[in-house]
T-cell receptor, first 113, second 113 residues
Framework: SQQGEEDPQALSIQEGENATMNCSYKTSINNLQWYRQNSGRGLVHLILIRSNEREKHSGRLRVTLDTSKKSSSLLITASRAADTASYFCATDGWETSGSRLTFGEGTQLTVNP | EAQVTQNPRYLITVTGKKLTVTCSQNMNHEYMSWYRQDPGLGLRQIYYSMNVEVTDKGDVPEGYKVSRKEKRNFPLILESPSPNQTSLYFC????????????FGPGTRLTVL
């Protein structure tokens, strides 16, 4: 079953605005990762936040993690049309055979010029 | 250049005709996995491998086989494909470090008639 669940499923904003996407998960994790996917292409890793971290930045990206609420958010500031893509969160939790990444269904972000 | 390659990128086949999708990575990663992506269902893990000769089922393994005879290769085998296996398939790899990210291949779009 899917561990992470993104919210909203779709988001449409104007260029220059900020975009916030949320992710909730159910079980304990080692880290949480955000990925981006352009239509029909492979996923590209954006940022990883460890379970003992609360906030992380990378360029225009800001990720927060609240392990007590089992949730994370991805903020893209000053969005651009090129940010249009699907964004997925993935949780990394240890299974008996080693760690596994479990993905949510993604948020489709559209940035209108 | 560090990368995960998949072949073929596109495949149209008929029910019951055995096929193999190859996956290769050049990063000496221990961990490799296969996902399928379907509309409304996100990415679901089919099989994963922690190292050579170590494979394990993911969330949707039925109808698929894998092998890991060499570290760099992780082929996905469909012994008797059916139309419900029409999907977009992604191979991925990463090291097994605690904070390592996952690298994705470009995807294989499979249609089973």
């Amino acid at each position: 079953s899917q561990q992470g669940e993104e919210d909203p499923q779709a988001l449409s904003i104007q260029e220059g605005e900020n975009a916030t996407m949320n992710c909730s998960y159910k079980t304990s994790i080692n880290n949480l990762q955000w990925y981006r996917q352009n239509s029909g292409r492979g996923l590209v890793h954006l940022i990883l936040i460890r379970s003992n971290e609360r906030e992380k930045h990378s360029g225009r990206l800001r990720v927060t993690l609240d392990t007590s609420k089992k949730s994370s958010s991805l903020l893209i500031t000053a969005s651009r049309a090129a940010d249009t893509a699907s964004y997925f969160c993935a949780t990394d939790g240890w299974e008996t055979s080693g760690s596994r990444l479990t993905f949510g269904e993604g948020t489709q972000l559209t940035v209108n010029p | 250049e560090a990368q995960v390659t998949q072949n073929p990128r596109y495949l149209i086949t008929v029910t019951g005709k055995k096929l193999t999708v190859t996956c290769s990575q050049n990063m000496n990663h221990e961990y490799m996995s296969w996902y399928r992506q379907d509309p409304g269902l996100g990415l679901r893990q089919i099989y994963y491998s922690m190292n050579v000769e170590v494979t394990d089922k993911g969330d949707v393994p039925e109808g698929y086989k894998v092998s890991r005879k060499e570290k760099r290769n992780f082929p996905l085998i469909l012994e008797s494909p059916s139309p419900n296996q029409t999907s977009l398939y992604f191979c991925a790899s990463r090291s097994t470090g605690y904070t390592d990210t996952q690298y994705f291949g470009p995807g294989t779009r499979l249609t089973v008639l």
